[in-house]
């Protein structure tokens, strides 16, 4: 069965950065297109970053939300099924709990997202 488990969160100062990972296994992680959603406290889910797979024609190619863009690195290491999320100059409203998301094909932002991971908490704060 498709599980993802991320990583990474924690506990960071404002203009800080961390980095975020999430394995993943149970399905062919180098033909998927993957997701980072994240949900601060009291709101609704906030797409933040997505990345092409392997197999499509766009392949590496990165998306970033405004809130993020300029600040955050997505990346995959289709060897180790891993997917990363590095955040730096964080923002006490970059305070969420980010999720890595599954695409259902290997274009990101196309074909929709089917699985998650549980979440990893961010909380930025001094």
């Known amino acids: 069965q498709v599980q993802l488990v991320e990583s990474g969160g924690g506990v960071v100062q404002p203009g800080g950065s961390l980095r975020l990972s999430c394995t993943a296994s149970?399905?062919?992680?180098?033909?998927?297109?993957m997701n980072w959603v994240r949900q601060a406290p009291g709101k609704g889910l906030g797409w933040v970053s997505a990345?092409?797979?392997?197999?499509?024609?766009?392949?590496?190619?990165?998306y970033y939300s405004d809130s993020v863009k300029g600040r955050a690195t997505i990346s995959r290491d289709n060897a180790k099924n891993t997917l990363y999320l590095q955040l730096d100059s964080l923002k006490t409203e970059d305070t969420a709990i980010y999720y890595c998301?599954?695409?259902?094909?290997?274009?990101?932002?196309?074909?929709?997202?089917?699985?998650w991971g549980k979440g990893t908490p961010v909380t930025i704060s001094s």
């Open positions: 149970g399905f062919t992680f180098r033909s998927h297109a």
């Open positions: 998301v599954k695409d259902r094909g290997g274009e990101a932002l196309y074909f929709g997202m089917d699985y």
């Open positions: 990345i092409d797979s392997a197999g499509s024609s766009d392949y590496g190619t990165t």
